[in-house]
C-alpha cells in the first residue's frame, strides 16, 4: 500500500487501509489476541490506527501493546464525553478527554483527535472546539478534527476549525460525495472513510431486523446494486470507497486476522472501472437523494 498524504494541512501520511480497532476492545478479545492483532495489523503495513474514548478496552489495549512501535503509526482516537467527575461536552471534558488518551496510549501525543458524533448545536457551542484547537497549540493533538453526518460534518468543514473530517461513505452511503467531500479536498482536509464495506450487509439473505447493517441492506436491495461479474462483494465496496478523490484513508474494523490481510490485498488493487463507479453513484443518485449519512 503506497502512503496518502493526509490531507495538506500537515506532513501526516497514512496507509490508504487504517485499523479501525473497536473490537480490538470487546470483552470477547483476550489480551493475548489483542497483543496479537494490533501488532500484526502493524506487520502488514497499516500506518493508521483509529479507536475512540468508546470503543471498550481499545485505547487501553493499545498502549500496553504497541505503544513501543508509536513512531511507526499514526494514532486517531475520538471523545468529547466519558471523563469521570465532568459532563460531557464542556471544554474540560475536552482538555481532560485528550490528557486521560494520552495517559491510556501511552504516549506524549495524539496525531489525530476527532470531536466524536456530536450534534452541531454542540459544535457550535462556546469553547468546545477551541478546547481542542488548544490542544493542537500545546503539541498534545496535531490534528484537530470531527466524525459525524450531515449537517453537523458540514458545519465543521467550512468552520475553519478542523483539518480533519472522519464521515461514513461506501457503496450504499455516498450523500457527502454531492457536496461535503468537494468541499473537504478545496480546503485540503484530511479524510478517513469509515464504514468503507457497507457493514458487509451482503451476509444477509433475508432483511437483518435490528443488525447494525438493517439500513445498508434496505438501500442495498432498494438501489438493486451487484458487485461487477467475478468480484467478491468485500472486494467491490472496498475498492469503491478507497479510491474516492479525496480520500486519504478508509478504516474497516475486525478482529479477525484472516479478515484483515484480505483487507489489505485489496487495498493494494487499482480503482475500478470508471464504468463501475458512474453506475454506483447513477444508482445512488436515482433512489437515495434522501438518504442521509448514517451516524
Known amino acids: 500500500m503506497q502512503p496518502r498524504p493526509f490531507g495538506r494541512n500537515h506532513d501526516l501520511e497514512v496507509s490508504p487501509l487504517g485499523l479501525g480497532a473497536s473490537h480490538v476492545g470487546d470483552d470477547d ?12 495489523a502493524l506487520d502488514m503495513g497499516i500506518t493508521l490506527v483509529d479507536t475512540a474514548r468508546g470503543y471498550g478496552m481499545s485505547e487501553e489495549r493499545i498502549g500496553k501493546y504497541i505503544a513501543h512501535r508509536r513512531s511507526e503509526f499514526v494514532l486517531s482516537t ?14 474540560e471534558c475536552i482538555t481532560r478527554g485528550v490528557e486521560r488518551a494520552l495517559g491510556m496510549m501511552r504516549t506524549d501525543h495524539i496525531d489525530i483527535f476527532h470531536l466524536h ?14 478546547a481542542l484547537v488548544a490542544m493542537v497549540e500545546a503539541g498534545k493533538v496535531r490534528v484537530a478534527a470531527y466524525s459525524g453526518e450531515n449537517e453537523a460534518r458540514a458545519w465543521a468543514i467550512r468552520s475553519g476549525l478542523f483539518t480533519g473530517i472522519q464521515s461514513s461513505l461506501n457503496i450504499c452511503d455516498q450523500k457527502i460525495l454531492e457536496g461535503d467531500l468537494p468541499e ?29 447493517c438493517e439500513d445498508y441492506w434496505v438501500r442495498a436491495r432498494t438501489m438493486g446494486i451487484q458487485p461487477p461479474e467475478g468480484m467478491e462483494w468485500d472486494e467491490f465496496a472496498l475498492r469503491y470507497t478507497l479510491h474516492q478523490p479525496g480520500v486519504s484513508a478508509a478504516i474497516a474494523g475486525t478482529k479477525n486476522l484472516a479478515r484483515l490481510r484480505r483487507n489489505v490485498e485489496i487495498a493494494g488493487k487499482d480503482p475500478l472501472d470508471a ?3 458512474e453506475g454506483v453513484r447513477k444508482l445512488f443518485r436515482e433512489h437515495g437523494g434522501d438518504w442521509a449519512g448514517l451516524v
Open 184 to 212: 473537504v479536498n478545496r480546503r485540503g482536509i484530511g479524510f478517513i472513510a469509515k464504514r468503507p464495506i457497507a457493514n458487509a450487509f451482503w451476509r444477509h439473505e433475508s432483511r437483518p431486523t435490528g443488525n447494525y
Open 29 to 40: 478479545v483476550s489480551e493475548g489476541e489483542a497483543e496479537k492483532f494490533l501488532n500484526a
Open 275 to 277: 464504468s463501475v463507479v
Open 117 to 130: 458524533s456530536c450534534d452541531q448545536k454542540t459544535l457550535e457551542h462556546d469553547g468546545v472546539a477551541e
Open 78 to 91: 475520538k471523545g468529547g464525553y466519558g471523563v469521570e467527575g465532568l459532563s460531557d461536552w464542556t471544554p
